[in-house]
């Protein structure tokens, strides 16, 4: 007969939790999945992406969170660019434009636009932001 531990079998119950994503709101697993991440160690459950890693995502819906490092407003819509220590990616927004050097994390659809010239694809990723996230608490 085996024995499961009570910790093991409570960590289970979380991991289960908030891997529900459509059965509650996206903001609350986020969080939730921050928390347990931070508290407890569990890489595999960092939700945020690495700005490096946007071409292994390509059309995926992903977490970025980043640094806001330059605007430029578009009839009906808005670009700024989102930074973190890996790289940079522009995100196309309906929202209003978050402030310049504050720290946000949004839901986004990783996209590619190929720019061919010659030979040469000059292409570039970019996130079209699907909801901003509010920022968990320390």
């Not at 991440?37 to 595999?44: E, P």
């Not at 434009?97 to 010659?118: N, V």
Request: charged share 15%; proline share 9%.
């Amino acid at each position: 007969m085996k024995y499961f531990s009570y910790p093991g079998l409570v960590g289970l119950g979380l991991i289960t939790l908030v891997s529900c994503g459509p059965i509650v709101n996206s903001a609350q697993v986020f969080l939730w999945r921050d928390r347990l991440y931070h508290r407890t160690m569990l890489s595999f459950l960092d939700p945020v992406v690495p700005m490096a890693n946007l071409q292994q995502h390509r059309e995926d819906t992903i977490y970025l969170q980043g640094q806001v490092k330059d605007h430029l407003p578009l009839v009906g819509k808005a670009l700024y660019e989102l930074a973190d220590r890996s790289g940079q990616v522009w995100v196309i927004t309906d929202q209003p434009l978050p402030p310049l050097g504050q720290t946000i994390t949004i839901r986004a659809t990783i996209h590619y636009q190929s720019a061919p010239a010659g030979q040469q694809d000059w292409g570039e990723y970019y996130a079209q932001e699907l909801e901003r996230l509010p920022q968990p608490s320390p």
